[in-house]
């Protein structure tokens, strides 16, 4: 198991991985995605993110197979977080995140959840800080941790 930074050389693998969940934030699986979130998760666009200072990127990895991404933005923002579904459920995104929040001087957090994730974003310590959106068939749950309390 390692954890290391992301680098240009895993943006292929990261791109397929979150392609690969897409029917987890679609509200209507089978759906195409919008073109504003597709052009978010092509090649160019993590390309773009792994390579920017204004991003922490993160991979999970085992035996060579990438299992895991994490993404902040701005030290306090977690921008993405996917585990393959292989490997949901073996504490990966916990470890990641784990990981991530370590790098980071804030001591608050937020997110726009998939509807999906919700319950593993409330067992990180997340809660809800706003009303569920939706934007042309993707709905979002913001979320906000603050261990400054």
Request: hydrophobic letters at 40%.
């Amino acid at each position: 198991m390692s954890i290391r930074i992301a680098v240009e050389s895993d943006v292929l693998q990261i791109a397929d991985l979150v392609a690969s969940l897409s029917h987890f934030y679609l509200d209507e699986p089978g759906q195409e995605l919008p073109f504003w979130f597709r052009d978010s998760i092509t090649e160019a666009a993590f390309a773009a993110r792994v390579s920017s200072p204004e991003y922490l990127n993160f991979v999970y990895e085992e035996a060579g197979v990438l299992m895991g991404y994490i993404s902040i933005k701005g030290g306090s923002h977690l921008y993405h977080l996917f585990v393959a579904q292989a490997f949901q459920g073996r504490g990966v995104s916990r470890l990641l995140w784990q990981h991530a929040k370590e790098r980071c001087q804030s001591k608050c957090f937020s997110l726009r959840s998939s509807i999906y994730a919700v319950p593993v974003y409330k067992r990180f310590g997340f809660a809800e800080s706003g009303p569920v959106g939706t934007k042309d068939g993707i709905s979002f749950q913001p979320m906000e941790l603050n261990d400054a309390k």
